[in-house]
Each structure stands twice: as C-alpha cells, then as structure tokens.
C-alpha cells in the first residue's frame, strides 16, 4: 500500500495490477487533500491508511483502475466504502457527477499515462 502524493507511471500501476488482481488496482482518493492510495486488497485498507495520514473520511472515495483500458473506462467507481447515506450515496458507486469528474482530474495528475 502506498499514497500516491506526487505521481506514479502507467507502468507501476499495469505492475501493481498483476501483483495483485491481474487487470485491476483497488484505490481510494481524498479529494480535499488530492491525494490517492493503491495497492491493497481491500478499499478499506487504503481508507485506514489515509485515515491515518490525516484525511477526511467524508473526503475519501473508493475507485478501481483499469491499466490496461484507455478512456473512460479506466476508472471504474464501485466500492462498499462509497456506500454513505448521509452524504447522499446510497450505492457503491459515486452518485455525483461533480465528485466523479474531480476524482478523475485527481487520477489524471496523480497517474501519467
């Protein structure tokens, strides 16, 4: 596990993913501090690990990559820890259309590819 607090390579993510799930990197964003923690087998993991390095949890968001996959699809939002009621999300995924677009500027700096 690590936070992603300047940048990583396509290429670390592609080696991550087949570490790991072969085609996926579990990974969770904080969109107020900008930052993005990947590589664990759990989003919950990543949450804790953030958690612990003074994020917010209102501020953190569960996503998956796809490094393979160029375009869109290469992020995918779906995780339990998006699951919060009272902050409108009623689903694994991200119901905001804001929130999803600032996540995806977030995984574009954070991951040259």
Excluded: C
């Amino acid at each position: 596990m690590e936070i992603i607090t300047q940048s990583a390579t396509l290429n670390e993510i592609k080696t991550m993913a087949q570490a790991t799930f072969g085609n996926l990197v579990k990974a969770v964003v904080d969109v107020e501090r900008e930052l993005i923690a990947v590589d664990a087998e759990l989003h919950s993991d990543l949450e804790a690990l953030l958690l612990e390095d003074g994020s917010k949890q209102k501020s953190l968001w569960g996503i998956n990559l796809y490094p393979e996959i160029q375009g869109d699809d290469f992020v995918e939002f779906d995780s339990m820890i998006n699951m919060r009621p009272s902050q409108g999300n009623r689903s694994r995924g991200i119901e905001n259309e804001e929130m999803r677009k600032k996540i995806i500027e977030i995984v574009a700096k954070r991951i040259k590819r």
